[in-house]
């Protein structure tokens, strides 16, 4: 799959795990677009076990609407095959808040999921998830 790239986001494929880097907030008109191209990336694992790593870079709160949305996102994802989720805050002073919206959102989908405050020890752990479950 080719990497999508936005100015607040990008989303790639790396074998069987969806890279998405974030940098927000999101306004609407960029929640909406990112729930788009989300789908998309999500269809190429054709219902197949995988991963998602995301980075989120500076205060990424989301609002109620966005949450929702993501919700949403969120159970398509596991009806394409996400198994599990390792979400990375990056430069946050609201990663507290950050951290229980997340929490609400992957358990809502009953999704597997940790937080990490750094890229390489999320996809370590990601990486070690998929390949034994």
Known sequence: METIVEDKYSIASQSNILEVEAFGP???QVTEKYIDDMYNACDQFSGQPWG???A???NSVFSPEAEE??????????EQGLIANASVLIDSSTADIQQLQLRRIY??????FY????????KSW???YLQYN
């Open 52 to 54: 998602l790593l995301i």
């Open 69 to 78: 949305a993501l919700i949403k996102v969120n159970k398509y994802r596991v």
């Open 56 to 58: 989120f870079y500076g």
């Open 115 to 122: 937080v990490f405050s750094d890229i390489d020890s999320a």
């Open 26 to 28: 999101f306004n609407e």
């Open 126 to 128: 990601l990486e070690q």
């Open 107 to 112: 358990q809502a989908c009953d999704i597997t």
